[in-house]
């Protein structure tokens, strides 16, 4: 013991660099300790953490667990040496370059943590849901976007961390990056507003890529949704380019969401038709309708006694709503109508005037 004391005395009288050789002891020992409990930690902990996450039905503390794993060997190094160094007099360079360096080092962990997270729920995503590869790769873009933007936020906090901690007073450099970041703004403003509408657009959905949608007068199927604009073809075959600005400002039409396509139309018959015929054109439209595939019944009347013709309005549903049935449904019905029609002897009206002259 005396032996021992006698040791400890000699390293605290030993000096090199303004430091004891007691304390150069002391930074070792917590040095290595610090390795030791940290991959203790990483190895032992981290593995029965993991296992016992396994059997949980959330996958959260998966994703936890895995961010830990992910850690890399020069931030334990770092941290221990920090923490080591307490014990030791140096120059408050050498301390802040030191603090700089552990910042760095932090903020790429927590930048790779942030990545590992966006990715996890990226995958996830696109795995809970049924999307074709076009859907897939417009997912993945959008998430590339929002990582892109989030470790520029981060690395831009550190850089100004670093810089205060270095003695650079940056309350000025942070009032230039907000007055150049207003004036890059107001200068790309049209393409960061579709940019924006484009995340809403995704984050939304009010249609997606294979939709039939009507915007205003036009109206097509979905091809691409970008950063910028979004691509239509339109029924006649030419590509339409639409700002997505605009598509989240106006009323848009998705035909795709229909279940089934309702048709409404005038069918409109001569005075001259007979009160009997007139009184049996709603049961004849009913059955013309009824003996079509695809389309159900819902109602025809006499709606209006109109200048030259008796009006009656038909409605009928087609069932599936696609565009190419309903026109096929409709061609159909129309063709029916003529030859019933012709069988029954009424005629189908058409402007005309009358004169009826008295003697």
């Known amino acids: 013991m005396n032996y021992l004391s006698q040791y400890i005395d000699q390293l605290k009288a030993f000096e090199f660099l303004g430091n004891s050789g007691w304390d150069y002891l002391l930074t070792i020992l917590v040095f290595v300790g610090a390795i030791i ?28 667990i895995e961010i830990f794993s992910n850690v890399r060997p020069p931030f334990y190094f770092l941290f221990a040496l920090f923490l080591a160094l307490r014990f030791l007099n140096y120059s408050d360079f050498a301390n802040k370059l030191l603090f700089v360096i552990l910042v760095a080092i932090v903020v790429l962990e927590v930048i790779r943590a942030i990545e590992q997270v966006i990715d996890f729920y990226t995958k996830k995503y696109i795995e809970d849901e049924e999307k074709d590869n076009v859907e897939k790769q417009q997912a993945k873009s959008m998430m590339r976007i929002v990582r892109t933007f989030t470790v520029a936020a981060m690395w831009l906090i550190a850089i100004l961390v670093i810089l205060s901690n270095l003695g650079i007073n940056v309350t000025s450099l942070v009032a230039s990056l907000g007055i150049g970041g207003i004036a890059i703004a107001l200068a790309v403003q049209n393409i960061l507003s579709d940019m924006f509408s484009s995340f809403s657009i995704f984050v939304d ?3 997606k890529v294979g ?21 239509i073809r339109t029924i006649r075959g030419e590509e ?3 700002s997505n600005k605009e598509l989240t400002t106006v009323r848009i039409q998705n035909l795709k969401k229909m279940k089934q396509r309702q048709d409404k139309f005038v069918l409109s018959v001569t005075y001259e038709t007979p009160k009997e015929k007139l009184i049996k054109i709603p049961e004849i439209i009913e059955k013309i309708i009824k003996n079509i595939k695809g389309a159900e019944f819902k109602r025809c009347y006499l709606m209006e006694f109109a200048d030259s013709s008796v009006n009656y309005e038909v409605v009928y549903v087609v069932e599936p709503p696609d565009f190419a049935k309903f026109v096929a449904v409709k061609h159909e019905l129309n063709m029916e109508i003529l030859k019933v029609f012709e069988k029954e002897n009424i005629d189908l009206a058409y402007p005309t005037q009358t004169i009826f002259m008295k003697k």
């Open 240 to 242: 339409l380019v639409v």
């Open 205 to 207: 959905k009010p249609f």
């Open 37 to 64: 409990i940290l991959k203790i930690f990483q190895v032992v902990i981290l593995r029965k953490l993991k296992k016992l996450a396994e059997k949980t039905e959330t996958e959260a503390d998966d994703l936890l």
């Open 211 to 231: 939709d039939t949608i009507v915007v205003g007068t036009d109206s097509g199927t979905v091809e691409r949704i970008g950063l910028k604009s979004t691509r």
